[in-house]
């Protein structure tokens, strides 16, 4: 599976959910598929995005969508824990597997040497935890995840492919643009 296309792929699915993505190559595509108001690209904040995304889906009633990456997650993994124990229903944890920290250099990561990012989920309390190796597999269980309660944790295995150009975006501004959309619930505040 080709992430470009699988971002288009899940980018068909949605309406104005919020979508949070991992730094580098997964936020430019993102830019690319389609620049929404509610991309939260998470340049430069490597390891933290779906900590954002958490705390998106605990302040807001909306599916929370993550387009992590390997190599990020792997630095953050009690991200996965605390998710496991606060266990949103309306999360869905997306981690592009492409077994390297690509974007640096191609360096191997765990997942290329036997971690299993879908069985760290599932320790950690995420039962609907899975990993797809293909757009089709993948379309239909994000189909699934949008209309049944999470948290969900896709893992999304997937091969290299020239990258797009670096998006023209500027953090601040799509903060900005990014908070004037948020509605938190009122519920959840404080
Ligand atoms: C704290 C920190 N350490 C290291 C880096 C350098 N760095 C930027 S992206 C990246 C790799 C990210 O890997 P992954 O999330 O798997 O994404 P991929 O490059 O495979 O798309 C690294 C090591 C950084 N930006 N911040
Ligand atoms: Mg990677």
Known sequence: MFRYSATKRILSHL?????????????????????????FYTYGSMGLCSSIALGMALSCEEKVISLDGDGSILMNLGTIATIGRESPTNLIVIVWDNEEWAQTGHQKS????????????????????LTVSDEEKLDLILGQALSEEGPWFIVAKIEDEPYL??????????????????????????
């Open 15 to 39: 309406n104005k959910e919020p979508v949070v993505s991992n730094l580098g190559p997964t936020s430019d595509e993102l830019w690319h598929a389609s620049d929404r108001d509610r991309n």
């Open 110 to 129: 765990h997942t290329a040497y036997g971690t299993d990012l879908e069985m760290v989920a599932k320790a950690n309390g995420i039962e609907k935890s």
């Open 165 to 190: 150009p670096v998006a023209p975006v500027e953090p601040e501004h799509t903060l900005h643009r990014f908070r004037q959309t948020f509605i938190t619930a009122p519920d959840r505040v404080g």
